[in-house]
């Protein structure tokens, strides 16, 4: 069967049908409030305590700081702008000029809280304009609304909470001038206005700068507390001045703060890491303060930190560690930002400095120690299978040394009554330059057995040793004292470097010569039994 096309009639009658289907299914869904009061009184109660929840995390936001008392001052202002316009017995040059003031006072502020931007004297044009708007509402509307006096109270207060410096009293005065003009007030009123004035003004800089000192406080201890926690789990130096650097400058943002390291057995200390300062500049390499008797005090120098031109004086800050200095800290800025409050917490800086700089000295012994134990022990196994024979055992050794420490040159010197005996491997820089018997007297072997320590010295030309060392090009020794099987000698590591032995390559120095003494004592044992 055929399909026959709709009727515009028939269309329009299905359309009404399907609309009228529609609308009668969201009517018969829908409920209709109900006019019983128990529900209504539940979401009554619902509706006020989801908007009381509001206000209560709003509120701590907007009262926090000073802006209570623009709120109050706002408050005031704009009761007695309409006080003013809604008296018809006013006169109306006089309505129309509190209207337009209070509309241009609020605009102002508009305009600048739409501006993100930092504005230089933001705080001077709105403490200006608290109080333009204060004194012409007062010459306005004193003759004709008494309580307007009240509005000079409420400048006052909010003008010392802006700047918060007792040298802003005098604006108080000045506040008072129109109200007292238009009310042709007394002589004593006048001096218990301003009397009441001032003590308000006083009262509200007091009050905001303890507020604030107490919250820079907790700021304070709170940055302190999280700098102690991050400097008790680094593990090295560069890890402790990388937190100090970026953690303790927050404490005085507004100074330039430089970490110094003293340099082993001088009294120069190297900069580190440092922050604060000017774009391009950078602190001095090494610098060599000047303190007291009390190596442990703070000094306060004129001039900025040094090497750069930050700040108009410098506070030196040593940091100790039982006794021992360790490390350096100056903060430059100008003298008013390096108060009493500033010394004492860069003072406990530096006490945490000296003391994680000790505890990572101790934790760089010891693990020097252990690194230097196990270069001994595969050096010493690779002379294992030479015990019998010394040369053999230093030819061993030598390539191994030559990679690790950059020393070409190692041999033996054993006392033999008053003379050396020198052992010397093959391809050794010494060979061809050293005699077989060298003089006891004066040699770095005499005085490393005689007292009980390694020496670390480079070859001037004043030992007997330096007459050979010298011409094979040697610059630096390492000599540790080694006894084996009765016997007594020294084991000599020579470079051709200028740089100087460290501690830790004296420490494996010494740690070899202790397994090679165990080593040659085995193969003398070995020779005599055979």
């Known amino acids: 069967m055929d399909a026959q096309p709709l009727s515009e009639l028939d269309l329009a009658r299905l359309r009404t049908r399907v609309q009228h289907s529609v609308l009668e299914r969201v009517a018969a869904e829908l409920r209709r409030p109900s006019d019983r009061w128990p529900p209504t009184v539940r979401w009554t109660a619902v509706a006020a305590l989801d908007e009381l929840r509001r206000w209560r995390a ?26 003013v316009v809604a008296q018809p017995t006013i006169p109306l040059p006089v309505r129309y000029s509190a209207g337009l003031a209070a509309v241009a006072y609020l605009y102002l502020y508009a305009e600048l809280a739409r501006i993100e931007r930092p504005l230089r004297g933001r705080r001077l044009l709105l403490g200006l304009a608290d109080g333009a708007i204060v004194a012409a509402l007062g010459a306005l509307s004193m003759p004709y609304v008494g309580y307007g006096h009240g509005l000079v109270f409420f400048a006052a207060a909010r003008i010392a909470a802006r700047f918060r410096d007792p040298r802003i009293l005098p604006a108080g005065g000045l506040l ?33 700068t303890a507020v604030a000192g107490a919250r820079q406080a907790i700021q304070r201890q709170g940055l302190m507390s999280v700098l102690i926690s991050s400097l008790a789990r680094v593990r090295d130096e560069d890890a402790l001045f990388a937190q100090l650097a970026g953690q303790a400058p927050a404490l005085a943002p507004e100074c330039a703060w430089a970490f110094w390291i003293r340099e082993p057995s001088t009294d120069e200390f190297r900069a580190v890491r440092w922050a604060g300062l000017p774009e391009g500049e950078l602190p001095g ?9 009390d190596r442990s005090a703070a000094q306060l120098i004129n001039g900025p930190l040094p090497g750069t031109s930050a700040g108009e004086c410098t506070l030196l800050q040593p940091a100790m560690a039982e006794g021992e200095l ?6 430059a800025g100008r003298r008013t930002d390096l108060g009493a409050q500033t010394r004492r917490t860069v ?10 700089l ?60 008053d003379r050396l005996k020198l052992v010397i491997g093959e391809n050794d820089p010494l060979q061809g330059h050293a005699p ?27 030992r007997p040793e330096d007459l050979f060392g010298v011409p094979a090009g040697l610059r630096q020794l390492a000599v540790a004292p080694l006894q084996s099987a009765g016997m007594e000698g020294s084991l000599q590591l020579g470079r051709r470097l200028p740089r100087a032995y460290s501690a830790g390559e004296l420490l494996l120095v010494e740690l070899l010569a202790e397994r090679l003494a165990l080593l040659f004592a085995a193969g003398r044992a070995t020779n005599v039994a055979n």
């Open 326 to 331: 360790n490390g350096l800290i100056t903060v």
């Open 436 to 462: 077989a018997w060298l003089s006891l007297a004066g040699t770095r072997t005499a005085e490393a057995l005689l007292q009980g320590r390694s020496l670390r010295e480079s070859l001037t030309g004043r």
């Open 347 to 356: 003072r406990g800086v530096a006490e945490e400095m000296g003391a994680a």
């Open 358 to 417: 000790q505890r990572l000295e101790a934790v760089d012994d010891a693990r020097q120690r252990t690194e230097a134990m196990e270069q001994a022990n595969r050096l010493a196994g690779l002379a294992a299978r030479h015990a019998a024979d010394q040369v053999a055992a230093l030819e061993a050794i030598r390539p191994a040394l030559a990679d690790t420490l950059r020393s070409e040159s190692l041999h033996l010197e054993w006392v033999e009554g």
């Open 285 to 293: 390499f090494s610098f060599t303060p000047t303190l007291g008797p």
């Open 176 to 208: 008072l001038v129109p109200f007292e003009l238009a009310e042709h007030a007394s002589a004593l009123t006048m001096v218990l206005d301003a009397f009441a004035v001032v003590m308000t003004m006083l009262l509200v800089v007091h009050l905001t």
């Open 58 to 83: 709003a509120l701590p936001g907007l009262l926090r700081g000073d802006f209570v008392f623009t709120l109050a001052l706002w408050v005031a202002v704009f009761s007695v702008a309409a006080a």
